[in-house]
């Protein structure tokens, strides 16, 4: 049988616990918003990075296309150089 100090003493122990209990449900869902928050921030930011990705390789496949287009001049102009030159 319990004693009066003990049912005392168990009773403060499940009120403790009990407090510890809340402020982890507080620590989790503080948690669970910061989780949330940087999902949507690296989303953002994926999103941002591949538009930027499209871009640069439109940008490239554009300069790429003006540096062969400036080769095939060149090319030409060596051809007719020579093409007069010769005897």
Do not use: T
């Not at 948690?31 to 989303?43: A, C, P, S, T």
């Not at 051809?79 to 030159?85: E, K, M, P, V």
Request: charged share 40%; aromatic share 6%; net charge positive.
């Amino acid at each position: 049988m319990l004693k009066d100090a003990d049912i005392v003493y168990l009773q403060k122990r499940i009120q403790e616990l009990e407090e510890k209990v809340d402020h982890l449900r507080f620590s989790r869902r503080v948690l669970m918003n910061l989780i949330e928050k940087i999902e949507r921030e690296k989303g953002g930011s994926v999103d941002r990075l591949e538009k930027e990705n499209r871009k640069l390789q439109k940008s490239n496949f554009k300069f790429a296309k003006s540096l062969l287009r400036k080769n095939f001049e060149i090319m030409e102009l060596e051809s007719r150089i020579n093409g007069n030159n010769q005897p």
